[in-house]
């Protein structure tokens, strides 16, 4: 049982590439989320999904895509990419609503630096 | 929408001491709220929560209080340790809301040997 994964783990980009990164859960869990942590601004949810198919968009959505393919999966895509968007960016996942159990699950982080 | 401070930013102790973390919200309908401790260079964790219905809740040496007439809650860590040294996050969260947490910006505890 490996929990949440993600992939890479650091990646550094030019300005105007793009990327994709993979976060990925093995414990069926229904919601998923990703987050940004830049210093002193804690967790700031950037996309977020219910269920395979499904996304929306949280606090701090600009510049990013997102993807719920498969119930396991949840992709996070930068299209062009902005000196803004350095920060080390984290997976989450969760059982649904209806369990009342709320714990969220996050993945090991990836650094992305955007020169 | 929901509005999670915490203070104080940073909190330094000696190995043995108290250490107190206080959380305010602004939406009264939240109801669970968790902490989460981040050690350096790792993911955060959940380390213990508490709902709406309870006023306190403890598990060894730490414990959450909350007061929903201030809509505040804080996180309390007894006889602290070197390995109690991280950053911990509060949040809020209302049922039959989607799963969203707000956090808080966090605390960095230092505890000093």
């Known amino acids: 049982n490996a929990g949440v994964t993600q992939t890479p783990k650091f990646r550094v980009l030019k300005t105007g590439q793009s990327m994709t990164l993979l976060c990925a859960q093995d414990?069926?869990?229904?919601?998923m989320y990703w987050y940004r942590q830049d210093p002193g601004m804690g967790l700031r949810l950037i996309h977020y999904?219910?269920?395979?198919?499904?996304?929306a968009k949280g606090e701090v959505p600009d510049g990013y895509n997102v993807s719920r393919l498969k119930k396991q999966n949840f992709l996070l895509g930068l299209e062009s990419a902005a000196p803004s968007q350095t920060s080390v960016y984290f997976c989450?996942?969760?059982?649904?609503?209806?369990?009342?159990?709320?714990?969220?699950?996050f993945g090991p982080g990836t650094r992305l630096t955007v020169t | 929408g929901e509005n999670v401070e915490q203070h104080p930013s940073t909190l330094s102790v000696q190995e043995g001491d108290s250490a107190v973390i206080k959380c305010t919200y602004s939406?009264?309908?939240?109801?669970?709220f968790p902490w989460y401790k981040q050690e350096l260079g790792k993911r955060p964790q959940l380390i213990i929560d508490?709902?709406?219905?309870?006023g306190e809740k403890k598990d060894q040496r730490i414990a959450v209080t909350l007061n929903k007439t201030a809509k505040h809650f804080s996180l309390h860590i007894t006889e602290t340790q070197p390995e109690d040294s991280a950053v911990y996050f509060c949040?809020?969260?209302?049922?039959?809301?989607?799963?969203?947490?707000?956090f808080g910006p966090g605390t960095r505890l230092s505890v000093l040997p």
């Open positions: 508490i709902r709406s219905n309870v």
């Open positions: 999904s219910v269920g395979e198919g499904t996304t």
């Open positions: 939406d009264s309908a939240s109801n669970y």
């Open positions: 414990m069926n869990h229904e919601y």
């Open positions: 989450a996942s969760s059982y649904g609503e209806g369990t009342a159990l709320y714990e969220q699950y």
């Open positions: 949040a809020a969260k209302r049922d039959n809301y989607g799963q969203n947490f707000v």
